[in-house]
C-alpha cells in the first residue's frame, strides 16, 4: 500500500501519551506501523495527502469511516493481548490488515435497535425516499438518515438494479447439474451456488434471450451424458426477507435451534404455486448507445445519480440525466436491495416441493435473511417447487439443516444444502444487446463454454457466496 505523507494538524504522530511504549510497537514491521498510524490519524479527522491510493488504502478508510465507537483503541488492545501471549517475533502488514478485517466486521455486523427496523423496511421497499422508509420503518427521518448512511457506508446494505426481463424479452433460468464433469459458462451466466459432497451439486442461474429457450434445453440436454442430472427451470424474480428474531445486541447473530425446531412442528398448509411467468411477445425497445451503458449503471448501482452516470460512463450530462430518469420511469430495471452482513458467512439452499413448503416456510422465515422464489420446470410444467437460500451466521448451516432433517417427515419431497463456494456476475447489457438488430446476440458456440467442474469449483469463492439469485 502507498505511504502517505501525513499532516495530523500539528500532532507529533510518535509521541506517546505513555513514558514507556507499548510493547506490541516493537514487533510491528515498517508497514504495520504506518498502518496503525492511518487508523488513527482517519479516526482523528487528521488530513492524509496521498500521491496514490490503491484497493487496501481506500478500504482501510472505509472500515475506519464505518467503525461504530473506536477501531484504533480496540485494535491496539488487541495486539497487546496477542504479545502478551508470548512467542511473537514480528507482525506484519498482512497481520494487521487481517486483524482490521475481522475487527471491522464483528463490530458492522452487530446492528442497533433502529438499524434492524431500517432494513427490515429497506429490503421490502428499495428505492424508495428516506421519507417513506421512516415511516415503514416507524422511525424519526433523523434517525433513518443515520442507519441508512452508517450501513450503505459499511456495504450491509446496497440498492442494485434488476433488468425487468418481462420488458427486455428476457428469461431467468435455473440450471441444476448433478453430479457434473463440466458446467455452463458464459456472458448470460450470472450466478452460481456450488455444493460439494459424494454428489456434488451446481446451482446455475443465467438470463437468456425467452425465445431461445429451445436452443438452451438442446444445449442443457447435451450435458446430461457426462453428469448425473441437469434440469432446467424458470426462476422467478423472488424477493429477499429480513428479520433480526435471532440478533441479540450483546452476542450478535446466533440461531436459537429450539425456537426453530418447536416453529417447524407448528406446520402450515401445503402451497398453490402458480406458474412462473414467461416475458409476453416483445415490444421494440431500439436502444441506444447511451441506453444500454446508463442500464449497465443503474444495475450496478441503481442510486447512482446522473453524475455519477457522467463519470462512469463518459456521457454528457443532459444526456445522462435525461435517459436515466427515462429508463427507471418506463421501469427497463428494477430497484433491489442486497444485504451483506459479515457474520452471517453460511449460505444454505433449500428446494420444497408445494405440499411441504408450507410446514418450513413458516419457520424459515425467522432466519436473518433469505432470498425466496419459485421454480418451474421448463420440459415438465407440472413439477413446480419453492426455492430457498439462506444467509446463517458461520458454521450454523449445517446444524439447521439437522434440526429440518430431524423434524421434517421422510415422505416430503425436498432437499437441503450448505453452500461451499459460490461466483456471480452481471450481464452487461451493451455487450449483448445489438442496437442495430434489436434483438440479443445468441450463439451457443460462441457466448457459452462447458468448464470441467474442478475448474468452476476452483474459481467459486467461499466468501462472496450469492444470496439473490434474480
Known sequence: MTQPEIDAHGQDETAMTEERSPTYEKKLSPSATAIL??????????????????????????????YRGSLYSLLTRRLEEVINLGGVSIISQRDIMSLIVNLWEENISRLSRTELPFLEAAIKNPGVTLNTLASKAKLSYAQTRRAQK????????????MLNTQKLGLERVLIIFESPSLVLSGPYVQKILMVDGYSPLVLVVATIPHQKRSELLDTIRSFRGSTGGASVWSLSDGRPFFSGRYFDSQEGWNLDLLHFRLMLRKGGDPLLLADVATPAPRKSNRFTFADVKIIDALVDGYDSTGNDIVTSTGLSSSTAFRKRSQLIRNRVVLPRARVNIPRLSDRVVCLLSPECSGDIITAWNH??????????????????????VSALPAGSGRNLIDVLTDETSKIHDYSAHVVAAGSGQSTKVASMYDRRSDIWKWDVSKYFDALTYSVVRREASPRDIPLDLA
Open 367 to 388: 432466519l436473518p435473511i433469505t432470498y425466496q422464489s419459485r421454480i418451474q420446470n421448463i420440459e415438465d410444467p407440472s413439477e413446480k417447487k419453492v426455492l430457498l
Open 150 to 161: 452508517r450501513l450503505s457506508e459499511s456495504g450491509v446494505l446496497k440498492t442494485v438494479g
Open 37 to 66: 498510524r492511518f487508523v488513527r490519524i482517519f479516526e482523528e479527522g487528521g488530513q492524509l495527502q496521498v500521491f496514490q491510493t490503491d484497493a487496501e488504502f481506500e478500504l482501510l478508510r472505509t472500515m475506519v469511516a464505518s
